[in-house]
């Protein structure tokens, strides 16, 4: 399985983001899938989990912010990104669970397949 991030780029305070992963021939529904970031000197940190039933869970610093959302049919999953902080700045990661019909998680060790990465930068 191949995890493709696009989506990254600079926005101001206040603006908003469209971070999209593609997985290219991978059947994807069975699986949770989540967003990850990690900035300069921390730790990677969970952002966003999707289940396989559409479920979703939030890192507390994201809710009411953040919305991860999915396309099974296009093997596409989002993550859309408003009200942006200077604190948002990160390389965002996409991460597949392969383990199937299972809840979601913001613990990176479940997830043992991993995109490059996606820079956002927000800044005035």
């Known amino acids: 399985v191949q995890l493709e991030e696009s989506g990254g780029g600079l926005a101001q305070p206040g603006g908003s983001l469209r971070l999209s992963c593609a997985a290219p021939g991978f059947t994807m529904d069975y699986y949770p899938f989540a967003w990850f970031r990690q900035a300069p000197g921390k730790e990677r940190e969970g952002v966003s989990c999707i289940s396989s039933s559409g479920s979703t869970l939030y890192a507390d610093s994201v809710k009411g912010r953040f919305t991860i959302s999915r396309d099974n049919a296009k093997n596409m999953v989002y993550l859309q990104m408003n009200t942006l902080e200077p604190a948002d700045t990160a390389v965002y990661y996409c991460?597949?669970?392969?383990?199937?019909?299972?809840?979601?998680?913001?613990?990176?060790?479940?997830?043992?397949?991993w995109g490059q990465g996606t820079q956002a930068t927000v800044s005035s």
């Open positions: 991460a597949a669970d392969l383990t199937p019909l299972t809840g979601c998680s913001l613990q990176a060790l479940r997830f043992r397949t």
